[in-house]
């Protein structure tokens, strides 16, 4: 009897923990997921914003949706740095977060640039904001390694 009680209670740990093992790879993938989804996110931002920022210098419908633009990708930046990131990706995480912070840092920069006039797209190119995105996008390599 004592022997099957013993077998029962090693059968139950090792189920225990291949259901801990199950759900930081779940916890992983779903990561690596919105993660992916950020970067994608980002790199659409770094294609769109330039032009936007060239037409709205005569534009007033194109500098509101180049302004919108802006602060949807910081409400992006937001959503994703707020993220819990599993254990195995939280030096990933962090670095991500830093380099987000200077991109939000870039973002409200050329906003205030917006908002006093001194519209100027050369603004955008020679600033952090395009140079940052790229930096995001390089950490998608590592991302993609918590995949497989």
Known sequence: MKKRILAF?????????????????????????????????????????????????????ARQQLEEEL??????????NNIEAPAVAEDLHAQIVSTNEK????????LTNIENGQ????????SEILKTVNEVSSLMEQIEKLTN
């Open 103 to 110: 991109l939000e840092e870039g973002i409200d920069l050329y």
């Open 71 to 80: 602060t949807l990708m910081k409400e992006e930046i937001n959503e994703f």
């Open 9 to 61: 209670g090693m059968m139950g740990m090792v189920f225990l923990s291949g259901c801990s093992l199950l759900g930081e790879v779940n916890d992983s993938l779903e990561y690596a997921n919105a993660t992916t989804e950020y970067m994608n996110t980002a790199q659409d931002f770094a294609n769109e914003v330039p032009e936007l920022a060239n037409n709205a210098v005569t534009s007033e419908e």
């Open 119 to 126: 519209l100027d797209p050369a603004i955008l190119e020679n």
